[in-house]
């Protein structure tokens, strides 16, 4: 199956995560749009050291936690992907 365009709404998208995630001092090391074999569509992928001492559930936390506190909301963030 062909897979879709990543387009520039999503990379919008992408940057305003990071700006979060930035201003909210997570530290953000890798950042990177990806195919994954798993799923059929883009996904947004995030490293950083403080989701990792976080452990795989914390992690989600501080992500969430950023992103609700800027106002992004869980609609947003499922169009990404």
Do not use: C
């Not at 995630?21 to 990806?34: E, F, P, S, T």
């Not at 990792?52 to 506190?69: C, E, K, T």
Request: proline share 1%.
């Amino acid at each position: 199956m062909d897979k879709a365009a990543l387009v520039s709404v999503d990379l919008a998208r992408g940057a305003r995560i990071l700006q979060i995630l930035d201003a909210a001092g997570l530290g953000v090391n890798v950042a990177l749009w990806a195919v994954l074999g798993d799923y059929e569509d883009w996904r947004l992928l995030l490293s950083s050291r403080k989701f990792d001492a976080a452990g795989p559930i914390g992690g989600y936390g501080l992500l969430h936690d950023a992103l609700d506190a800027a106002g992004f909301t869980l609609t947003q963030l499922s169009q990404l992907g």
